[in-house]
């Protein structure tokens, strides 16, 4: 019994401690309006015309969608023309980085420019922590195509 406590007085501990920095969502309560209020103190926001989040970071924006019959979120950005990367060549990087990425898929749009995104499934609703880190880890790998983009495709000479 003296071995127990101090293990449910742990878990106890840490379950208040982690569910004390995360502001939850049901999913029906998943909107728009809650994911800027999350993003706000972090990233610059704004709700689009068209009703997306917009999120300014890392001198870009990225694009924040909610399907709500189908629980369902889309994170994504696009890229104007590589102007030192014919379409064909974006085309081809854009299949070997999805070759070696998960979870990511870029695509290249017809005039050559770049469109990335990931979906986001929340069917048991969706937290603060969860969604600032998929918005971060998004942002990582946004910058990850940069560079690939500019190497062609290599890692960077050291």
């Known amino acids: 019994m003296k071995r127990i406590i101090p293990v449910v007085v ?22 728009i309006p809650l994911l800027r209020e999350w993003v706000s103190e972090k990233y610059g926001s704004r709700i689009d015309k068209d009703g997306d989040l917009v999120i300014n970071a890392d001198g870009g924006k990225i694009f924040v969608t909610v399907y709500p019959k189908i629980k369902l979120l889309r994170i994504c950005t696009r890229f104007a023309p590589f102007k030192k990367r014919t379409k064909q060549e974006m085309i081809d990087l854009a299949n070997k980085f999805n070759d070696s990425r998960r979870l990511l898929r870029v695509s290249i749009r017809p005039n050559g420019g770049a469109f990335c995104d990931f979906h986001m499934v929340y069917n048991g609703g969706l937290d603060s922590v969860n969604f600032l880190e998929a918005v971060d880890w998004f942002l990582s790998l946004k910058s990850s195509w940069v560079e690939f983009v500019i190497n062609g495709g290599d890692k960077p000479k050291k």
Do not use: N
């Open 10 to 31: 742990l878990f106890v501990c840490t379950f208040c401690t982690f569910s004390s920095f995360a502001a939850a969502a049901k999913p029906e309560a998943v909107t």
